[in-house]
């Protein structure tokens, strides 16, 4: 279990809004598998840039605070990724064994990048898009997303 698949899961979870308490979160990320200290799960939220709302949980971003925290994305991209390579419609990411789960799950979580959809396996996620020439601006995005230049 990685911080950036541990990350990844808190993001999504606070994302679908079921996020109340510090104690729900490390109920739902022990139904989900995944053992946190609360150290440990202040931290990510920090990072994350997730605060603490009378609604519960919330991303920064998501209440228009100029302060989005890390992008998490890039960070995961950074962390895993390894070859970024398009084919027909499809971008195909290669990563560290292992490192697919999270990288796919970042780029499910990620709105208005023309992903379709994504299939990750142990090392290689297909990433589909509506067809070639999206394709090849998606990769470009996840380019420089992996190198640091912002997405």
């Not at 979160?25 to 990072?47: M, N």
């Not at 796919?104 to 996620?125: C, F, K, R, S």
Request: charged share 25%.
């Amino acid at each position: 279990m990685t911080k950036a698949y541990r990350q990844a899961r808190i993001q999504k979870l606070v994302r679908a809004g079921s996020v109340g308490t510090q104690q729900d979160l490390v109920r739902l990320l022990k139904s989900a598998g995944i053992r946190t200290s609360q150290v440990t799960l202040s931290r990510d939220l920090r990072e994350l840039g997730v605060i603490k709302t009378p609604h519960g949980y919330r991303e920064q971003a998501s209440l228009g605070s100029p302060d989005t925290g890390p992008n998490n994305l890039a960070r995961v991209l950074r962390e895993f990724v390894r070859d970024i390579q398009v084919a027909d419609s499809l971008v195909v990411l290669k990563t560290l064994p292992g490192g697919a789960a999270a990288v796919g799950e970042a780029l499910d979580m990620e709105a208005g990048w023309g992903i379709a959809g994504t299939v990750a396996g142990d090392n290689t996620i297909f990433a589909a898009t509506a067809g070639p020439a999206q394709a090849k601006r998606l990769c470009g995005k996840l380019r420089r997303a992996w190198a640091n230049e912002g997405s």
